[in-house]
Structure formats: C-alpha cells, structure tokens
C-alpha cells in the first residue's frame, strides 16, 4: 500500500479555492481538474461540492498518490485519475462544463501551457466554466517580493518554467473563445482566473 502523499500548499489554499469554486461552479456538473497532484484538492473539493463529478487526471506518475487519497476517501463523485499529459494528443475524451487547474502553468514551459489552453478549448462544453489558480504577473511586473523569487527558485529547477504573465495568458484562453469573468486576489500572492465560453 502506498503512501499518501502530501502537499502543505494544498492544505493552506484549500479554503481560499473552495470559496472561489462554490460561486464558480454552482450550476456546473461535471469538472476535470488538470494536474491533480497529490490528489488532496480532488478528494476534498469533492466532499464539499457533491453536486459535481470531480475527474482527477495527471500524469501517470502521480496516479499512485492519487489513488491512495480516493481509496481512502471513497467518494462516490471522484474518479480515478485519467492519464492527461499535455503534451500528448489527442487529450482524453469527455464532455466537462467545468475545468480547474492548481500551480500547473507555472511549471510548464510556454509550449505546454499554450498546449494546456489548446486543449481545455478542444473539449470544454459551450457555457462551460474554467478556473486556474496561481502566481500571475500583470504588466510584465511581479505583483509581489515573495513571487519574483519563486520565480527564480522555478528556473534555477527549470529554466523553462516561471511565473506567467496575466496578459498572454489570457490571450491564449481568449484564443479558444474564453472570456475572462474574474479575476480573484487570493492569499499567498496567488489569484484565480476564471473564464467562460459562451453559450
């Protein structure tokens, strides 16, 4: 039996995204959350929100985890994680009017976030709702001490990765017919976009 893995982040922002998420995906059924992690967001936004179906996916080395927080939690509205790298095409088929994504953008290289936003737009349902916590920039500039050394600390790991900017990345989801809805200062310096395409 594998251990559970754990993230403190996860532990500490849970409750900021949850208060984000009830307003978001009030009337919403069904969500696919990229990059699922440890799986610790999944199972507990599951429990609280259980008028949605809550489809973990990751990259295949992170479904061990995964499946040790579900097994444990036995929630009936959370599902085994899909196998989703960015990279790959075609993504994972469904239909989803939800999409929520955690602390991936940054870790991505540019390709793959460009990739991440060309795929939430090949299977996001018209109406549907995407949500995307994290560290932005706006105007090219850190909003904050804190972020523009882990921006640092990031490419010293990767040189590929860093905090994004706000505004390119809203082009990109505006380029899948995404429109920005809020825009949300959460704690830590991090924010939660949350965009819709519409009917």
């Not at 994680?81 to 989803?96: A, I």
Request: with cysteine.
């Amino acid at each position: 039996m594998i251990d559970k893995p754990y993230s403190e982040s996860c532990e500490q922002n849970r409750e900021p995204i949850l208060a984000v998420l009830r307003v978001a995906f009030a009337d919403r059924h069904r969500v696919l959350e990229i990059g699922s992690g440890t799986g610790q967001h999944a199972v507990y936004f599951a429990a609280e929100l259980p008028h949605l179906v809550w489809q973990t996916a990751d990259v295949r080395a992170h479904h061990p985890g995964i499946h040790a927080w579900l097994n444990e939690a036995a929630l009936p509205n959370v599902l085994p994680p899909l196998e989703l790298d960015v990279n790959q095409r075609p993504w994972p088929s469904g239909s989803y009017d939800a999409v929520f994504s955690a602390n991936t953008l940054h870790i991505m290289g540019w390709p793959e976030v460009e990739r991440f936003f060309a795929g939430v737009g090949a299977l996001l349902e018209p109406g549907g709702v995407q949500v995307v916590y994290g560290p932005f920039n706006y105007n090219g500039q850190f909003t904050s001490e804190s972020n523009a050394r882990f921006d640092v600390w990031l490419k010293a790991r990767d040189p590929a990765s860093g905090v994004r900017d706000f505004e390119a990345v809203d082009a990109l989801a505006r380029a899948q017919g995404l429109v920005l809805q809020h825009d949300i200062a959460m704690p830590a310096n991090n924010r939660s976009l949350v965009w819709q395409r519409p009917l």
